[in-house]
């Protein structure tokens, strides 16, 4: 089965892009935003749990900043990474051959820290003309149902009128290596779990959507409808 294929089928899917020295890279780059929380933008927004470091949290991550918001304004290499073509070709190939940037953040697991983020679908709060867009989810950890893992529900796509929440039975977690990406579909319902394991965990979200869908609701996201695909072709603006 070939990706789109697969992508229609379930409403994501999973792929091994990053090797381990790139996702190495991409630890340290988020290591020099949260240790210690270190916006240097107005509009990169750091949130963490405690203004001071905890002793009793994994080290790479000790304020337990748990969400960053506007990741491509924190250096070159943030914004490098929205156009990386590996994942722009995916993208491309499940919404078409024009795309545009929508929003960059950051989720990340802190040892024990609760998930309050109940099911839901991207398209009800990032509302569009039209259900294309795709959200780029880079697993910097190995993750599984113990350790943070996304949720999602398989199919849920193309059952809108069911509502967000699953039965206990359908909800999979996504199980991934470092450097693993999570290609969702905006409809696709999914929600993050709690890390239960004593190592932090991060994950690097990147949404995309395609050039014909208009949003409808006010967003302030750094680079948003910036185009990076025209006719099947990457484009480069850096």
Not at 17 to 36: C, G, N
Request: glycine share 6%.
């Amino acid at each position: 089965m070939d990706n789109l294929a697969a992508f229609e089928r379930d409403g994501y899917l999973v792929m091994d892009v990053f090797s381990e020295d790139e996702v190495a890279r991409m630890k340290t780059m988020l290591s020099d935003l949260i240790d210690p929380p270190a916006p240097g933008h107005p509009r990169l927004y750091i949130h963490a749990a405690s203004d001071k470091p905890l002793s009793r949290l994994d080290p790479y991550n000790p304020y337990a900043v748990w969400k960053i918001v506007n990741t491509p304004l924190a250096g070159d290499a943030w914004f490098s990474l929205i156009q990386d073509a590996r994942i722009l070709d995916v993208v491309g190939g499940l919404l078409g051959p024009d795309v545009n940037f929508h929003m960059g953040f950051a989720r990340l697991r802190p040892t024990g820290l609760t998930a309050e983020e109940g099911w839901h679908r991207d398209l009800d709060t990032d509302q569009h003309t039209l259900p294309e867009l795709v959200t780029a989810l880079i697993y910097l950890d190995e993750m599984d149902a113990e350790s943070g893992a996304t949720l999602v529900w398989p199919g849920s796509h193309r059952h809108r009128e069911r509502g967000p929440a699953p039965e206990e039975h359908e909800a999979v977690p996504v199980l991934t290596r470092p450097g693993s990406v999570l290609f969702l579909h905006c409809l696709t319902a999914h929600r993050a779990s709690t890390n239960r394991t004593a190592r932090h965990r991060s994950i690097l979200v990147n949404e995309y959507k395609s050039a014909r869908t208009v949003e409808l609701t006010p967003n302030d996201a750094a680079f948003g409808d910036l185009p990076l695909r025209r006719g099947g072709r990457n484009l480069s603006v850096l």
